[in-house]
């Protein structure tokens, strides 16, 4: 099936700092991806929906200055958390439909994202 | 979009035995799908039962649909330890989006 790798596995970063997360379709082309966040035995929120070439589409609640999403091109969308904060320690996850028409999707394998 | 809630939130059993989890949504879909998460890691697709399907088979997984009463089971049988992981179902909607519920912590003792 279809590859997405998803970089760094793990962070650690100071409070104020800015962190980018990489997701990128391997072997595949990918116009949408979706971006999660996860907290420790919970489900997977839906952050945002990275677009190709526009404007990406944050779910509700969810601070777009905040959270950039930047999906340059059809195999790379990348996450920046900026001026992070302890509390946005989280595992955040990627992932993408596995072509044209493919109505599952192919998740990264995640980030820990540590803010001291 | 909506989410899938499952039904039990964790369940141990020994190897060999069947696992069976639930899943309730609230409105209309278009498919629902099955997926599993190892800690730490991301997700992996299982399965997909579309709307007009009642039941689903793929090697040891046995999947149902019952679109009146909005609900859904996964079946595991002749359970491993390698079974062992999170597993979330995930209603779609006509827009395609996927909204996970909390999951279904199985773990399987040998």
């Known amino acids: 099936g279809a590859v997405v790798s998803q970089h760094p596995s793990r962070v650690i970063c100071k409070s104020g700092t800015s962190v980018k997360i990489e997701c990128r379709s391997l072997d595949f082309q990918a116009t949408t991806m979706f971006w999660y966040r996860q907290f420790p035995k919970q489900s997977l929120m839906l952050m945002a929906t990275s677009n190709e070439g526009s404007k990406a589409t944050y779910e509700q609640g969810v601070e777009k200055d905040k959270f950039l999403i930047n999906h340059a091109s059809l195999t790379l969308s990348t996450l920046t958390v900026t001026s992070a904060h302890p509390e946005d320690s989280s595992f955040y996850i990627c992932?993408?439909?596995?072509?044209?028409?493919?109505?599952?999707?192919?998740f990264g394998s995640g980030t820990q994202l540590s803010v001291l | 979009s909506q989410q899938g809630e499952e039904d039990p939130q964790a369940l141990s059993i020994q190897e060999g035995e069947n696992a069976t989890m639930n899943c309730s949504y609230k409105t209309s879909i278009n498919n629902l799908q099955w997926y599993r998460q190892n800690s730490g890691r991301g997700l992996v697709h299982l399965i997909l039962?579309?709307?007009?399907?009642r039941e689903k088979h793929s090697g040891r997984l046995r999947v149902t649909l019952d679109t009146s009463k909005k609900s859904s089971s996964l079946l595991i049988t002749a359970s491993r330890a390698a079974d062992t992981a999170s597993y979330f179902c995930?209603?779609?909607?006509?827009?395609?989006?996927?909204?996970f519920g909390a999951g279904t912590q199985v773990v399987v003792t040998p």
């Open positions: 039962i579309r709307s007009n399907e």
């Open positions: 995930a209603p779609v909607d006509s827009w395609g989006k996927l909204q």
């Open positions: 992932s993408a439909p596995g072509g044209p028409g493919d109505e599952k999707l192919f």
